[in-house]
Structure formats: C-alpha cells, structure tokens
C-alpha cells in the first residue's frame, strides 16, 4: 500500500503537518539544490552575457544557501538537540521557496518576457511553498 492512513484529532493536525514537512525537507533540499546547481550551469552556457553574468552566480548562490541550511539542520539534529523546537520546518520552506521566487523573479525581470516554462514551474513552485508554510505558521 502506498499511502497510509492517519487517525488525526481536531486539534491535532498541525502536529501531523509539522511531522510530514520535516520529513520531506532532506530531500527537498537536495532537489533544489541539484536543479540550482544545473541552472547555474546552463545559464552560463545558454543566456546572453549580460543575463548570464548575473544569474550563474545567483543560482549556484541558492544551491549553496539551500544545501548549507540542510548541512546545518542534519549537524544540529545528529548532536541530539531538538532542531524543530527551533527552527520550524516551516520557516525552512519558506526559506527555500523564496529563495526560488528570487531566483524566478530575477529571471523574468532580466529576460523581459516570461518566455520559459521552467522559470514558471519554479515560480510556481516557490508560490506554492510560501502558501504551505504561511498556512502552518499560524
């Protein structure tokens, strides 16, 4: 079976939500940061000096800043200390999805017409993220 089932009371479902963002984040951190570190990479070799010159060093930055933030979470929690008592996983993902939507916003701001599927996933994406964790912070 692939899902499971959670007996979730009322007053309980932050909780859950809480347990399930702080599972996902490891590997929704090396996600992001595989694809910031292709972007870098095609941008530099893709885009037109001007543009590129501004968004290699910007991508390959959030690679860093993403992958850097997990590093620093995975030290905390493998010392015993409590990471999410902290920290809150939602503050994270808010984290990574801004820093997308700057990635993104940079892109269509620089290239004038949002001519690019993919910085428009990753628009999304980062929209998406700012919702999910601005409904679970309060």
């Not at 694809?35 to 037109?48: E, G, Q």
């Not at 290239?111 to 999910?132: D, Q, R, Y």
Request: charged content about 10%.
């Amino acid at each position: 079976m692939l899902s499971r089932q959670l007996q979730i009371k009322d007053n309980d479902w932050k909780t859950v939500a809480r347990k399930c963002v702080i599972e996902i984040l490891p590997i929704t951190a090396w996600v992001l940061t595989l694809l910031n570190i292709t972007y870098a990479v095609a941008h530099h070799f893709l885009l037109s000096y001007e543009i590129s010159k501004i968004m290699t060093p910007l991508s390959a930055a959030v690679a860093v800043v993403i992958i850097g933030s997990d590093i620093w979470l995975h030290r905390l929690q493998t010392k015993g200390e409590d990471v999410y008592a902290q920290v809150s996983p939602h503050i994270v993902l808010f984290l990574y999805g801004l820093l997308n939507l700057v990635t993104a916003g940079m892109m269509f701001y620089l290239k004038g017409a949002p001519l690019e599927t993919t910085s428009f996933m990753i628009l999304c994406f980062g929209a998406a993220s700012l919702m999910v964790s601005s409904n679970t912070l309060f």
